[in-house]
């Protein structure tokens, strides 16, 4: 079982609507979540990060949380063909210590169309 | 100006060949890390270290080294390149305990002929 696990994609979705990105881990540890967009040929850059259980929302933007169900998950609203990249799931093992080591998942591919 | 720079930027290279790629930051973090990614597979992490003087190997060291000269710079070598380390490679930094999202480079890609 890989520890951080997403669908591929891609996901493809009307320009507009609302974009919904799934991730699990199996650290049940884990302390630390982060949604990273990396577009074609760039590196990672941070989306959100979220730390309880819950419901973070940042502009069109929200991630929700359930340590219980070990379930992480990033929506877009009113979806715009320039959020049209690969979404990164990464999570901070309870085994990272004081290095804030990440596990990335393979990411999601979201392609917004007109 | 960037907080992380990486370089060189692209770089093709021959079987056998040493390499070395350099990042360096400043913002002042700590933490550094190399990862390398290829299609698919997602980031998978080759080094991090802590400080000048704790280097600690990630999941896929084989092949590579690093050098911490100083604080704000962290260099990965491949004593002798293969085509499989074909990659696109990025550098990564952390700050202080509390703060631990990881801030990234522009990335090198690297070919291997």
């Known amino acids: 079982q890989k520890e951080v696990e997403q669908n591929s994609g891609p996901l493809s979705v009307p320009e507009g609507a609302i974009a919904s990105l799934n991730c699990t881990y199996s650290?049940?540890?884990?302390?630390?979540f982060f949604w990273y967009r990396q577009y074609s040929g760039k590196s990672p850059e941070l989306i959100m990060s979220?730390?309880?259980?819950g419901d973070k929302e940042d502009g069109r933007f929200t991630a929700q949380l359930n340590k219980a169900s070990q379930y992480v998950s990033l929506l877009i609203r009113d979806s715009q063909p320039s959020d049209s990249a690969t979404y990164l799931c990464?999570?901070?093992?309870?085994?990272?210590?004081?290095?804030?080591?990440?596990?990335f998942g393979a990411g999601t591919r979201l392609a917004v169309h007109p | 100006d960037a907080d992380v720079t990486q370089t060189p930027r692209n770089r093709i290279t021959k079987t056998g060949k040493r390499i070395m790629l350099e990042c360096s930051q400043t913002?002042?973090?700590?933490?550094m890390y190399w990862y390398r990614q290829d299609p698919g597979l997602g980031l998978r992490l080759i080094y991090y270290?802590?400080?000048?003087?704790?280097?600690n190997k990630g999941e896929i060291s084989d092949g590579y080294s690093v050098s911490r000269q100083a604080q704000a710079k962290f260099s990965l070598s491949l004593e002798s390149a293969i085509p499989n380390q074909t990659a696109l490679y990025f550098c990564?930094?952390?700050?202080?305990?509390?703060?631990?999202?990881?801030?990234f480079g522009p990335g090198t890609r690297l070919t291997v002929l």
């Open positions: 979220i730390y309880s259980n």
């Open positions: 913002k002042g973090h700590d933490r």
């Open positions: 990464a999570v901070k093992p309870m085994f990272s210590g004081g290095y804030n080591k990440l596990i």
């Open positions: 270290s802590f400080d000048v003087k704790d280097i």
């Open positions: 990564a930094t952390s700050g202080v305990e509390g703060t631990d999202t990881q801030y």
């Open positions: 650290d049940r540890g884990s302390q630390s």
